[in-house]
């Protein structure tokens, strides 16, 4: 700067001058060096000089490395930690958002209507009794029909007639669980269920319920009689579900012909025992003869009409007879159809002679029922207004296409002897069960049931195109079905129909117990080693989240029927539940271990909400012995096997959450039931320890408040001791009770027994002081050892202090409150000597025995080797001086 200001010509201001001048700095000779002086190379870049020692080179190289490996190591552990608590706490909220929903936002169903608005309830937030509503219907019990007008939970007969099946299906699981996890199939749920049906049958005012089990029992026939535990949705076996529909839909319509011919006898004039073809031709005739006559448009033979008998005989599934009808009537029919009874023949005999479809010709279209014919067995080119007359029944349809779809398989057989022309010809008009499903799922419940007052009707629908998953969320929607359809997705579970999620699969709607199929095959890894085709099933069929719909209907049920409520739970281990789910490498009857661990979760949540641990867990008496708990009995049912995993899975995780709610009572009986005595004195330490945390915290702001605030929190104080009591209370009696067992004290840490023996004997100390009895008070703490009072004997202070290292958490974190009540103790006691107006030697010895006493203690506080608050000195220090 000197340097500048000279070569511009200029001096140096003269306050710079005087500056430099009174520390001593000539500026006329600072102005010539800095003149002369070379600035332009003082700023130069300075050239690096290389180590020529190879050594300190290679080493420097190394210490380098180490360090950039140790930076970088740190610098991932970070980022990895930073990752992982990211995702864990992502998944906590997610948990934590599902519980939320599931318990503010039960599912609710509602009479399905056509065009209904999605939006049926809003909350306007201006009158009470809409929230009350709204309250309402989120109630899992409101959900199910569950509650009456007045929210009061109430057991419908049906319910508890449902329940009672559930109970002996229970009961037989545990009494085949030691044979084998297979022969639990043998107990007929299917039979208990529709007895139930038939029993509520007034109730429900609907006699369509029960032909709905009748279907479910074509389905699961087949299972029954089977020693394999195969089920349909683990073998995907589309043909048998088609052929258990079909064999429904035949046996409904013989009783349907057989109530027409009873009912109008006269008319059908089939005789005393008829035929089969005599009861076809009667129904003929009463069909007929509401027309007056046989439509001209039909084939009739010796007033018999050929094709409508030969069609009816088919649609009741009469094959046989149907073909010797045939045979019968070949000059007749071959007149107009030379090739029709050899194709028949062959197609009913399985014959892999058949070749290709029937042609069709305009004259077959005439008479309705010849098309049919021609339609179902001969796979003819038949536009749809030819059967429409044939077909105007829901069933019909349905029989129509289904039968196509059965007997595909003798069809297809005829197709490799086949050219490529005809086998791309057949293969297009071959009906498939996936096209059926798209189909009735594009018409919806607005087609079939318009008016919204037969809701069945779309639901049975649904059951007879394999859609068990769509129809029963469908029928959830019905609040007066609601409870049937719990139970038929039960027994479809129980026989492995019903396709549900792996257990780590979630459902992503919480408005629908139903995962759709795209969903399933987008999150087709969760689903273990099933490919997306398999577990889809040809991505029509969805999944369904049975095991929510179960723990919804059992909370339902916890108020009116807790027993009822762990039965239903027990629902959710199932064997077949992992057959449906496409678990892969389990065996047959094995139950997975996230299923199970789902049940145990459940159980463990009602029983925490119903606090009847004895009832279901168990007690001890007042003899030592223990009696056996409700829940016990279905331990075999959860893969318990032995007492001690019973209190590991169920009793100890009850007893982590009753301690960390602060439930004090059941957590001792749980760890007492669960035989942790350790477990339950340590407990009891950690209580009381937080109870007089709570009185220290308070007595210090009680003393730096004013006048008017001691009131308040003289009352806080109180409340606080209320607590006190109540621990102490448990606390006094568990060790009573301990030390009167032998089998009990035997297996006691003595270290938490004293440890909870002194926080005993530390509440009496303060109570004590508290009400002024000083003398004894002082002799408490004594007898508790914890304070170096005898004296002031150094070495003796210095191992009090080295031994507070070992004291239980519970005595160390409240020693601040130990030393002032007992340097208060010691000054009041001191006070009350020094007051006193008589002067003698005793006098004298005691006020120098406890001034000694609180020497002793000052010096034992200084060696204390943890933090205490800052003014516990302060405050000690002043009752000290006090004293001296």
Known sequence: LVARSVRNGRTLDPRAQSMLASSGVDTDELTENAASAALLSAFEMLQPTFDANVESFLAQKHEQSIVNAIEESELSTLDDFDRNMSSHMQQVWEDTQRRLFEELGQYQGAEPRPFLDSSVLSLSGETASAAQTYQKAQSPASAFGLSDGGGIKVTQPRVERYAQVVRRLNDARVSSSALSPISALQFDLLAGFEKATADSSQELKSKQIGQVWKLLGHYIGSTLSSSSSSSFAANDNDSRLVAGACEYLEQ??????????????????????????????????????????????????????????MFLLYRCGYRQELLAYALDMEDIITDSDPGFVAHLKAFLDGSPTLRGEMPVTAASLEDPYKAALYKVVGRGNVPKKAVAEVTQTTEDYLWCSLVQIRDAETIAASLNSSGPQQQQQQQQNRSTLEG????????????????????????RVLLLCGLFENAIDYLLQV???????????????????????AAEFACGSYSSYLIPAASVTSSSPLLGEVSASAATGGGVRGRFDFSRLVIQYARALVASAPDDTIGYLLLL???????????????????????????????VRVLYEQRDYAHFLGDVQSDGTRKRGALERFLPLLGITTSEQFSQTIIR????????????????????????????????????????????????????????AIGDSSSSSLSGAAGLEDVEGVARAVLAHYRQREHIARVLDSRAVSACSTLLAIIDFINCHQRGAYEEALELIESTQ????????????????????????AITRNFS????????????????????????????????????????LMVFAGMIQFRMPSDTFARLNRMDVFMN
């Open 436 to 459: 059926l499903q798209l189909l009735m799922l594009k018409f919806g419940p607005a087609h079939f049931d318009p008016t919204g007052s037969n809701p069945l009707l779309y639901f």
């Open 479 to 501: 609040e007066r079905f609601q409870v049937e359809a719990v139970h038929m997705a039960t027994a479809l579970v129980y026989y492995g129909l019903l396709r549900v999620p």
């Open 817 to 856: 409150l130990i030393l002032l009540t007992t340097m208060d103790t010691l000054s009041r006691l001191y006070a009350g000597l020094k007051e006193s107006p008589f002067l003698d030697a005793v006098k004298q010895a005691n006020m120098q025995q406890l001034r000694r006493k609180a020497r002793g």
């Open 786 to 809: 914890l304070l170096p009072l005898g004296g002031s004997d150094v070495s003796a202070t210095s191992q009090h202090a080295e031994q507070v290292r070992l004291l239980d958490d």
């Open 653 to 708: 995780r009850l007893a982590d959450r009753s301690r960390d709610e602060g439930r004090l009572a059941d957590t001792v009986l749980l760890y007492n039931l669960g035989e942790r005595y350790n477990t339950v004195l340590k407990v009891l330490c950690k209580q009381l320890g937080e109870v007089l945390y709570q009185r220290s915290v308070l007595g210090s702001l009680a003393q730096q408040a004013n006048v008017a």
């Open 573 to 603: 281990t199932l064997p077949s539940l992992n057959a449906a789910a496409g678990a892969v490498g389990s065996g047959s009857g094995a139950v997975s271990d996230k299923q199970r661990s789902l049940c145990e979760q459940a159980i």
């Open 252 to 309: 409904t319509f013989i009783e349907h012909v057989d109530r027409v011919i009873a009912q109008y006898p006269h008319d059908a004039n089939v005789g005393g025992v008829p035929s089969v073809h005599r009861r076809v031709q009667g129904y003929l005739k009463v069909q007929f003869g509401r027309l007056g006559r046989v439509p001209a448009f039909l084939e009739v033979f010796d007033n018999d009409a050929i094709w409508a008998h």
